[in-house]
């Protein structure tokens, strides 16, 4: 079992950045392939990034490449979501995610566990 808490999001101006944190539990962090999503409201949840679990490659989203960094620190059990360049249309509730084949997915249905989210918002 993998229990996963986000934190970082909030309350930012258009052209502003936040950076997303994600802390796992238990001892098999370096196993999991990691990703974000995002659902905004009304809208389908959507893949924004995906990190292997060696860290070695990682994904984007068309929308978010360029702007958007993934990162993960093994000995913290933590990965990161850099977001610059902040749009209005980047609001959302971002959600971490793990995958335990270690890949990496832009698939939600492929991955294993889900934190509760964190609200960002991005002022016009």
């Known amino acids: 079992q993998v229990q996963l808490v986000e934190s970082g999001g909030g309350l930012v101006q258009a052209g502003g950045s936040l950076r997303l944190s994600c802390v796992a539990s238990?001892?098999?962090?370096?196993?999991?392939?990691m990703g974000w999503f995002r659902q905004a409201p009304r809208k389908e949840r959507e893949f924004v990034a995906a990190i292997s679990a060696s860290g070695g490659s990682t994904y984007y989203a068309g929308s978010v490449k360029g702007r958007f960094t993934i990162s993960r620190d093994n000995a913290k059990n933590t990965v990161y979501l850099q977001m610059n360049s902040l749009k209005p249309e980047d609001t959302a509730v971002y959600s971490c995610?793990?995958?335990?084949?270690?890949?990496?997915?832009?698939?939600?249905?492929?991955?294993?566990?889900w934190g509760q989210g964190t609200q960002v918002t991005v002022s016009s």
């Open positions: 995610t793990a995958d335990g084949a270690g890949f990496g997915s832009s698939r939600a249905d492929e991955y294993d566990y």
């Open positions: 238990g001892r098999t962090f370096r196993r999991y392939a």
